[in-house]
């Protein structure tokens, strides 16, 4: 495995400096007092592994310009009893939206800071593509085109999760349902329903008791051409059915089904709990150039709010049959230049694509090969972090580095395709990049204390 001196030797001198946390009445960890500076055991080493072959020296975020400080004091000051909440948006591909490997990141997240709430979830099975388990979303209605960010030209405009759905249907309606068992915790008392400007609004099926308030029709910045339903509840629940409407608002007056347009994006679910909100947005096969646009990043940016976006793309890219580092590396830039020009005041943490095989046919027969591209990519992604001072995860080099695809492979983490992982698979990788931001976070605590 290829080493880098300089990376290692910093991340040593970082996890050698860790000390324990010590627990409060509550059971929530926090910084020891300045007196007691004894090494112990991690926080996040209380949540272990089960890869043989991850290296634990490794897991720890690499950021020298302390760019996560920010969002680290506002973890802070939640664990300290402040009522607010905190965003994070998790950018990402295939292996994001299958929902496992940031879902297991966002629960251990929460079991640490709180949970707001489910946060984004997005039609997926309505566009006949997988979504991630702990939700469902249906409707009545069959014809629907949808578009994606990864189509050059999209059938139909899309929204913050990366995805859009219009139909010619003249009535509309979504049920929203958490699975009881892989949603456990995720009940909600609020629903925002992100739409088109010109589609119908979206309120609750009949009138129920457990409704307080529904607001209609509440415009996101002009440019962006999206709508926002807001509805509320008296108390959390599971399911909600939810149906358009033509009513003119605070009128019997029905608009013609001809003045709408109905195009819809998804959906946010909240508790009114203070803790994190934690929003995974993946779309299969999507890469950085198909995120690089100003309108999305702006959306991004109005819908979430976000403290902190993980940003985990490359693998798609690794796969061009004339893949170039300086041209992947060009496309990391653009995309960074729009992330840091409409959203200045959000942390930006890269992670590195684990590697994979690819599949070549030699001799008329189809074999599998280490793709040497995930190496060249997770190099990139490194170096542009470190040249423009921002926070970067080496996953790549976390799980084993190169020739590492053997083990998920023969350990049954990766998929029969060779380049997704199973469920267990994706999950470990959550718990490791939850391992690296605590330690990472631990890490800036103990130096505090030190000085």
């Not at 996101?220 to 339903?229: E, G, S, V, W």
């Not at 998929?415 to 490791?432: A, K, N, P, S, W």
């Amino acid at each position: 495995m290829k080493v880098r001196g300089k990376r290692l030797t910093s991340i040593a001198f970082v996890a050698g400096i860790a000390v324990l946390f010590i627990c409060a009445r509550d059971g929530r960890p926090v910084a020891p007092p300045a007196r007691d500076i004894t090494p112990a055991p991690l926080y996040a080493d209380t949540v272990r592994s089960g890869l043989p072959f991850a290296i634990d020296s490794l897991c720890i975020v690499s950021d020298p310009a302390h760019s996560l400080d920010p969002f680290f004091d506002a973890l802070d000051r939640l664990s300290n009893g402040t009522d607010t909440v905190i965003s994070i948006v998790h950018l990402g591909d295939s292996h994001i939206q299958a929902g496992h490997y940031s879902g297991r990141t966002m629960r251990l997240l929460q079991q640490r800071y709180g949970n707001a709430g489910r946060g984004w979830i997005a039609p997926f099975k309505i566009t006949r593509t997988n979504e991630p388990d702990d939700y469902f979303i249906t409707t009545l209605i069959r014809e629907w085109t949808s578009g994606r960010c990864t189509q050059s030209t999209p059938r139909c405009p899309v929204g913050p999760g990366g995805i859009g759905i219009r139909t010619p249907a003249t009535f509309v309606n979504f049920d929203i349902y958490i699975a009881p068992n892989n949603g456990a915790g995720y009940a909600f008392d609020q629903v925002v329903v992100y739409r088109g400007e010109r589609s119908m609004p979206i309120r609750p099926a009949g009138r129920s008791r457990d409704l307080a308030d529904v607001y209609d029709g509440e415009e996101m910045p002009p440019a962006l051409k999206m709508i926002t339903d807001t509805i509320r509840m008296t108390s959390p629940a599971d399911t909600l059915c939810l149906q358009s409407t033509r009513r003119r608002e605070g009128t019997d007056l029905l608009l013609p089904a001809d003045s709408f347009d109905n195009l819809y994006y998804g959906f946010n679910l909240t508790n009114g709990q203070p803790g994190l909100l934690y929003h995974s947005i993946g779309v299969n096969g999507s890469m950085f150039v198909n995120y690089t646009n100003p309108r999305y990043i702006r959306m991004l940016e109005a819908t979430f709010h976000p403290s902190l976006l993980i940003v985990s793309l490359g693998t798609n890219e690794s796969f061009g049959r004339r893949f170039r580092a300086n041209e992947f590396e060009k496309q990391v830039r653009d995309f960074l230049s729009l992330v840091r020009k409409y959203m200045p005041n959000t942390a930006i943490l890269f992670t590195t694509p684990p590697e994979c095989y690819k599949r070549v046919v030699v001799n008329r027969q189809r074999r599998y090969v280490r793709n040497e591209n995930t190496e060249h990519v997770s190099e990139t992604i490194l170096r542009v972090a470190g040249d423009e001072g921002l926070a970067c995860w080496d996953l790549f080099a976390a799980t084993g580095g190169r020739k590492s695809a053997e083990n998920w492979f023969q350990g049954k983490w990766m998929g029969r395709d060779r380049i997704h992982f199973t469920r267990e698979g994706y999950e470990e990788q959550g718990v490791l990049l939850f391992k690296a931001i605590s330690n990472l976070k631990q890490a800036r605590t103990n130096e505090r204390v030190v000085d």
